[in-house]
Each structure stands twice: as structure tokens, then as C-alpha cells.
């Protein structure tokens, strides 16, 4: 498991039913593409998020694989329709195997 690792997702608390929310999501990672030497000349080890995955109480809504050329502290917007309550959970699989998780509840008001 990556050291200092955290994970940021805004998502609104509510909203009205279909109605389309933006969410962003950040998660702090050093990346290491796995291309740069070390002061000995050495390869550093590629050390990557790969992977970043969000559902709705559990029903995929996007599903990212990243590639080395991903930058430090990955990003990323997107939009999703929320049709009733429910729970937006996050993953990123880091490439030491770890996943890094977090989740928020958004609530459908009328």
C-alpha cells in the first residue's frame, strides 16, 4: 500500500429525482511511471492508481483504466443521473494490489 494516499469525492448531498449531478473526485498518489531512474541509474518501479471505478448503489457508472502517463493526483469529473436515494461508491486499485475506497450518500428530494 502507496504511502499518504487520500481520497477526495464531492458529490451533492441532494437532489431531485433524475436529475443529472456532476461529481469530482481527486486521490493524492505520487505516480511513478516506471520510466525514471533513480540517482544510481536504477528504474524506479512504476507505481500507478490503474484503475478507478464509481457505482450507484451498486450499479457500475464508470469504470477508468489508466495507463503510466496518467499525472500525479488523478482527477476526474463526470455526471450521473440519480433516478432514487441512494450510494455513490468509489474505488482506486493501486498497483500494489491495494484499493482505496470511499462512499457518499445522496438523497432524492421531491
Do not use: C
Not at 494516499?5 to 441532494?14: E, S
Not at 451498486?58 to 443521473?81: C, H, K, L, W
Amino acid at each position: 500500500m502507496a504511502e499518504g494516499v487520500k481520497t477526495r469525492v464531492k458529490v451533492p448531498k441532494t437532489a431531485a429525482a433524475g436529475e443529472t449531478i456532476t461529481i469530482k473526485t481527486l486521490v493524492s498518489h505520487k505516480m511513478e511511471s516506471g520510466h525514471r531512474p533513480d540517482d544510481n541509474g536504477n528504474l524506479i518501479p512504476r507505481s500507478i492508481i490503474n484503475r478507478f471505478t464509481a457505482a450507484f448503489n451498486g450499479e457500475s457508472v464508470i469504470d477508468i483504466a489508466m495507463e503510466p502517463s496518467i499525472s500525479t493526483n488523478p482527477y476526474f469529473q463526470f455526471e450521473a443521473r440519480v433516478p432514487a436515494s441512494g450510494t455513490f461508491t468509489f474505488a482506486w486499485y493501486d498497483d500494489d494490489g491495494a484499493v482505496y475506497h470511499d462512499s457518499k450518500r445522496v438523497t432524492v428530494t421531491s
